[in-house]
T-cell receptor, first 114, second 110 residues
Framework: DAGVIQSPRHEVTEMGQEVTLRCKPISGHNSLFWYRQTMMRGLELLIYFNNNVPIDDSGMPEDRFSAKMPNASFSTLKIQPSEPRDSAVYFC????????????FGPGTRLTVL | SQQGEEDPQALSIQEGENATMNCSYKTSINNLQWYRQNSGRGLVHLILIRSNEREKHSGRLRVTLDTSKKSSSLLITASRAADTASYFCATDQGNEKLTFGTGTRLTIIP
């Protein structure tokens, strides 16, 4: 099992550019989560999907952030336009059962916005 | 906002000693989990304890839960250099949404 796959692993971009982060959950998992981790704010849940449907996007900071899950094996998190304060590590996680809530995390994408 | 607050924020101990980390939370929970994060990596699930359980063991890990005090502790016995990492508690309220604490950074000195 390959685990949760995220790409790119590192992204450096300039302020105002569009950034797209990608995630492939573990096959068979039906829930997918996007988190952001910074030193100041810790680990924050941005949005999560169940069976490809967004369930809770209350953590999405602004309209500049959007997320999609077109099918069970792929999700994107897009920031447009990006700002320096968006610099963080973005994690994707997936899980297969709401009753046993263990989440499996990807390696993360380290985003730097200059 | 962070549901859980870990204590201490940082802990350094000698290899072979036991390490204890604490987590406090604010609202009633369904389950509490502990995760480990090695530097530059994603989080890895360690153990889950349900709200009707008081203690759980897994290898060198021992977790306790006191729902009356809204707190949990993670004990790592006979620590090893490989245990150096950040440790996070995470709570849920009966759905899939986890709220993570602020983490304890554990350093094991060889």
């Amino acid at each position: 099992d390959a685990g949760v796959i995220q790409s790119p692993r590192h992204e450096v971009t300039e302020m105002g550019q569009e950034v797209t982060l990608r995630c492939k959950p573990i096959s068979g998992h039906n829930s997918l989560f996007w988190y952001r981790q910074t030193m100041m704010r810790g680990l924050e849940l941005l949005i999560y999907f169940n069976n490809n449907v967004p369930i809770d996007d209350s953590g999405m900071p602004e309209d500049r952030f959007s997320a999609k899950m077109p099918n069970a094996s792929f999700s994107t998190l897009k920031i447009q336009p990006s700002e320096p304060r968006d610099s963080a590590v973005y994690f994707c996680a997936s899980t297969s059962s709401p009753l046993y809530n263990e989440q499996f995390f990807g390696p993360g994408t380290r985003l730097t916005v200059l | 906002s962070q549901q859980g607050e870990e204590d201490p924020q940082a802990l350094s101990i000698q290899e072979g000693e036991n390490a204890t980390m604490n987590c406090s939370y604010k609202t009633s929970i369904n389950n509490l989990q502990w995760y480990r994060q090695n530097s530059g990596r994603g989080l890895v699930h360690l153990i889950l304890i349900r709200s009707n359980e008081r203690e759980k063991h897994s290898g060198r890990l021992r977790v306790t839960l006191d729902t009356s005090k809204k707190s949990s502790s993670l004990l790592i016995t006979a620590s090893r250099a490989a245990d150096t990492a950040s440790y996070f508690c995470a709570t849920d309220q009966g759905n899939e949404k986890l709220t993570f604490g602020t983490g304890t950074r554990l350093t094991i000195i060889p």
